[in-house]
C-alpha cells in the first residue's frame, strides 16, 4: 500500500498548479487523482481569460499573483501556454455598471494595477471595428490577457511529474477514510492510499468531495456554454467583457474567435449538453457590437460548467473540523486565472502554515458563517 | 569585339578551350589571329562549367569552368586578337573560306595562311519511343539553359547515361533547384570518374545500370518515362519495364566530334570509336594530313577541357614556329607533357588506345595505384581522403599548407595523408575538384564529419539535418555543430554532429523538406510525427492528444484526423482502436455563419 | 486558341538564387509570344525566354508531333519559329529583342515578301 504525504483530488487547472507548487516547494511525496483525463473538467472548456479587473479586492490580488506567475510560466514549466497579455476591455452598458466600473478602477489602482477609463468616443478611435452604440464607460487594464487553458493543464501536470508527483488519470476518489476527525487515507478505483492530508480540487464535484469528509460547500454547478469561430487574420488582441451585456469574446492564437455568455435562466448541476437557444442570443447581441462577425462562421459549440460560491468568490483554505483536509474551489469561472497564485498559495499553507505572496485567510469556508460578505460582481 | 580582319595569318575556328588557347599561343608570339566562333560569347563549352576542373594546379586545376573561360578570354583581348561572334564558319570553298555574320546576316570571305579547326562536337541523339516530344534534351542543352541562361526548364529529370557529363549535369541540376529521379545507364559500369558518381551517389539519387529508356511519355510535354532493364545483349527486358515521373529527360549518350569543316579540307577523316567515332587523323603536333590544317580539343577526340586546353596551346605554337621560324619547341614539348600525364592513368586508357591507331604512342602507369588504409588517429580533427582511382588532379596536395598530402610523385596518383602534419584547416576539402574529402573528429559522447556542401540554402548551426551514407541512405539524424563558409571558392564546409561511430559512415546530410511531412490533421497542420513525438512525450488519452495538438479543433470537425489519430496512437501504444475513447463530436456540424443564424430567427 | 504549357498555368522558371553563379536582375524586355507579353532577358536567346515563361512548344512538325528545344548550339533545328513573319529562325541562337513578335511555326514556314511600292 502506497502512502502520500499529500492527496490532490482532480487533475484540473488548481489541483495541478497545488501539485507544482508542492513539489516545488519540496515536497514530492504527492499525488494527484483525476477521475477522467487531464483538462476534461472546466479547465479545458474555459475560456481562457486572465484578467485582474475584479471587484472584489481578494480577486484582484489573487489574480494578479497570478499574472506574475503567468509570466514566467514557460520559463518555470518549459511549456508555452500561448499567452497573450493584450489587455480586457470591460465595457458598460449602463450608467450603473459605469459607477462601479469607476469605484472598482479606484480600489485596483490602489492595488496597483495598471487600468484605464476609457469614453465610448475613445474605444472607436481605438478599435474602430467596435460598434460602440450604447457603451457608457469602458476600462481597460493592459496586462490583462489569456492563454491557452490545456496547454497551462499540462504543463504543470508535466513539471510536477518530473519533480516526482505521483498523476493518477481515469482514477475516481471512492471515499475519504477519516478516523477521529483525522484524514488517513483514501479510496480510490486504483486502491487505497494512506495520506495525512487531502486537498479537494474537485471543481464542479466540490460539493460530493466535501460530503466524502461530512462538510457542506455551498457550491452550485451550472452550465456554462461556449463556441468557437473559424480563423480569422490576427487582429484583436484583447478579451472584451461586459457583465451587464452578458457576454465575453477574445481572438484566440489560432486566429478563432471564442466567446460565451451567462444565461440567468440555467439550472444547477452538471451539464454539458449544448442549446441552439444559446447561439441564436449570442448571434443577435455580438454581431450587432462586432459586425465583422457576421460572415463568421460558428465551428464548435459545447459547455462547462461554473463551481458557483455564493459570493462568487473561490473558497481556499484548510478544515479546522477535520484535521488534513484543505480545499480549492467554488471558482465560479473564474478558476484557471486565478490557479496559479491559489496553487502557491496554499501550497503555502500547508507545508509552512501560512501563504507567503498573499493572504488568502479571508477565503476560507469561515466566511460564510457571518452571512455578510462581499459578492464579484464582475462575472459573466 | 572587332570586326573582320580578312586575312589572317591564323584562323581559328571555334573559341572553345582549344581554340582559346590555340590563339593565345600564336598571338603570343607575333602571329595575326583571327577566331571566328557561333556563340553569344568566346568560351564554348567552358562558359556553362560551373564544377571545378581536375589536372595540375598550376593548369587551371580547381577553377570552375566559368572562371577559366574568363581568364582565357581576357588573354585573347589583351593580345589583340580580332574576334567575330555568332559567326559560322560554314564552307571552305575551292576559292575562299566563307563565314556567316548571323547578326547583320551577312556573309564574309576569308583567306588565311593556317587554320586550326577547333569546332568541338555536338550530342549524340538516342532512338526510343516519342523521343522528339519537348522536354527531351540534350543534357548539355540543360547545362546551358541552367547555367548560361539561368534557367531551370524542368522539377524533375531522367539522366540517360552515366558518364562524366550526365553525372555532372545530375550535380547541377540538384544545386540549381531541380531533383533527379534517377540516371540511367545502359552499360555495366559508370562511365564517370567515381568522385563525380559519389556526390550524386550520397545524395540519393538512384543510378541505374543496364537500364535504358524506353519512352518519352506525354502528348505535349514530357509528363513521365519508362525505363527498363536491358540483358547482356542491350535488348529490353520486358517484364522490367516501369513507368517514371518526371517531366524533363536529358540525353547524355555521348558526343561526336564536329568534322564537317575537317572533311572540307580534305584532311583524313579515320573511324577510331575509342577517340568518338570519325577523327581528323594528325600528328603528334596536332598537324592533320594537311600541312597547313591543324585540330585540336573535342574536334581531335572526346576527351576533357585541360586535354583541348594542352592540344591547343600544342597546335597554336607549332603553326608559330612554322610562321616566325621562332623555336618554341621547349614550349611544345611543356604542354606535350602536361598532356601526357593527363592521359597517364585509367580513364586515359581508351584515348591511348585510338591514338595507337594512327601511330601516335602516349606513356602509362607512372604513379601511385594504392589507396592510403589509414583512417587516422581517432580523436584529431584531421581530413579524409575518399578519391580512390587514378585521375589526373593534385590541388589537394597543392593547397595543402603543411605538406601533408602527397600524390606520390605523380598528378595521378592515389593521394595519401599525412597525419602528423595534417592540422585540420580544411583547406584541401574546399579546393577538391571532387568533393572527395571529408572532416573527421570523434569527441566522446559524439563525432562530427566536415562535409564539403556547395547548396543552397546552408543550414544553420543548429539545425536538425538528416544523415546519410555514401549510397544515400539515411542512417539519422544529426546537428550542424560549425560552418566554414568559402565566399570565393564557393565550396563550404558544414560540420554534422552525430552519434559517435557514424562517422565512418556519413558523407552527406540534408535539410528536412516540408512535402515529406505526413499530415495528419489538415485543418491545423499537424503531423505524424507531432503525433507519435507527443504521444511519446506521454499524451497517451485520446482527449489529452486532441487537447495538445488542437486536432479535430479546426474547421473540418475532426472529419479528416480523428480516425487517422486514434490509428497512429493505436499503433504506437499497442491497444486496438475501441479501447480509445473517439472524442465527443459537437454541433454545429458544418460551420455556420451568424448571418444565417439572424435571418433565421427574423420573423 | 492559345495553348499554355502543361497545367495551364503560368511558370517562371528563372533561377532566383544558386549556390555557385550569381544571375542579374537586370534589363528586361518584352517579347510577343502568339501574341502574350512574355519577360525576356536582354542578351538572352529566344528559346531561353520560352522555356523561363514557361513554354516548351515551340512549334508543331509537318506531322503535327509538338516539338522544342534540344541541343542549345543551334544545330538540330528542332526549336525552328517564327519571328517577326519570318520563318525557321533558331531560337536557341537567335538574341531576343524588345518588342519582337515570336510565333510558334506549324510545318514548313511560310513565305513572306515586301509588296513592292
Known sequence: MKTYKICIIGGGIVGSSIAYHLAKFGEKNVAVFEKNYISSGATGRCGGGIRQQWSARMNVRLAMRSVKLFERFKEDTGFDIEYKQGGYLLMAYSDDEAARFEKNVKMQKEEGLEVEILSPKMVKERYPYINTEGIVLATFGPTDGHANPHLANFGYIFAAKRMGVDVYTHTEVEDIDVVNKKVMGIKTTAGYFKCETVVNAAGGWSREVGKMVGIEFPTTSYRHQVFVTEPLEDFFPFMAISFDGNFYMRQTKHGQFIMGMGDPNEKPGVNRDVSFHFEKEMAKKMVKIFPFLENTRIIRHWAGCYNMSPDAQPIIGCSKDVDGFCYAIGFSGHGFMLAPAVGEAIAQKILFGRSEEVEIDYLDMGRFKGKKFEVEGNVV | MERAAVKPQLLVVGGGPAGLTGAIAAAENGVDVLIVDEGLTLGGQLVKQTHKFFGHQGFFASKRGFEIADILKKKVKNLGVSVMLQTTLVGFYDDYAVAYDRENNKTIEIDYDYVLLATGASERFLVFKNNMLPGVYGAGAVQTLMNQYGVLPGEDFLIVGAGNIGLIVAYQIMQAGGNVRAIVEISNKVGGYEVHVNKVKRMGVPILLRHTIVEAIGKERVKGAVIAQVDENYRIIEETKREIVVDTICLAVGLQPSVELANQLKTELVYIPELGGYVPKRDENMRTTVENVFVAGDLAAIEEATSAMAEGYIAGYTIAQDITKKDLSKEIEKYKEELADLRRGPFGEKIRKGLKKMGIIMPEGGYRRERQEDFGPVGKLRAVMECHQNIPCNPCEAVCPTDAIDMGGNINGIPHINYEKCVGCAMCVMKCPGLAIFMVQEFDEYSVVGIPYEFEPLPEKGQKVILMDRDGKEVGEGVVHKIMKNKKEKTHVVFVAMERGLEKTVRHFRLPTPEEEEIVCRCEEVTKKDVERAIEMGFTDFEELRRYLRIGMGPCGGRTCRLLAAGIMARKLGKSIEEISPMTLRPPSIPLPFSAILRGDEK | ?117
Open chain 3, 1 to 117: 486558341m492559345i495553348k499554355f504549357a502543361a497545367g495551364g498555368m503560368r511558370l517562371d522558371r528563372r533561377i532566383k538564387s544558386h549556390p555557385i553563379l550569381e544571375f542579374e536582375e537586370k534589363g528586361y524586355v518584352t517579347v510577343y509570344f502568339e501574341g502574350i507579353p512574355i519577360k525576356a532577358k536582354e542578351g538572352e536567346t529566344i528559346a531561353s525566354a520560352l522555356i523561363a515563361n514557361g513554354f516548351d512548344i515551340f512549334g508543331f512538325t509537318e506531322k503535327g508531333r509538338p516539338r522544342g528545344f534540344f541541343c542549345a548550339i543551334g544545330k538540330c533545328s528542332s526549336c525552328l519559329v517564327v519571328v517577326d513573319d519570318v520563318p525557321n529562325v533558331r531560337a536557341c541562337i537567335t538574341k531576343v529583342r524588345d518588342g519582337m513578335r515570336v510565333e510558334r511555326q506549324v510545318g514548313r514556314g511560310k513565305p513572306t515578301w515586301k509588296e513592292p511600292q
